[in-house]
Nanobody
Framework: QVQLVESGGGLVQPGGSLRLSCAAS???????LGWYRQAPGKERELVAT???????NYADSVKGRFTISRDNAKNTVYLQMNSLKSVDTAVYYC?????????WGKGTLVTVSS
């Protein structure tokens, strides 16, 4: 069982930056991790993933602006978001894939608005 707790969301102006964190309840050493988001009225979508070996993948809409990283010693995955746009407004969810088991956090709200 893996419990995930996101933090770092909030209100930011367009062009600004935020760093999201996701703390896991146990070791994440062998776990693939990711960030997803769900905007109002839309389906949840992939933002970025990072494998246990450190390989990352990004949605086209965030490439060059967002960076996913992990600190296995702290059991934490991060999402650095730069050059934020209004379309990035959403609830951001942390995801862990351990074998065939999927785990989700409760989400953190990011609002990009002037």
């Amino acid at each position: 069982q893996v419990q995930l707790v996101e933090s770092g969301g909030g209100l930011v102006q367009p062009g600004g930056s935020l760093r999201l964190s996701c703390a896991a309840s146990g070791s994440i050493f062998r776990i693939n991790l990711g960030w997803y988001r769900q905007a109002p009225g839309k389906e949840r979508e992939l933002v970025a993933t990072i494998t246990s070996s450190g390989s990352s993948n990004y949605a086209d809409s965030v490439k060059g602006r967002f960076t996913i990283s992990r600190d296995n010693a702290k059991n934490t995955v991060y999402l650095q978001m730069n050059s934020l746009k209004s379309v990035d407004t959403a609830v951001y969810y942390c995801h862990a894939l351990a074998g065939i088991m999927n785990y989700w956090g409760k989400g953190t709200l990011v609002t990009v608005s002037s």
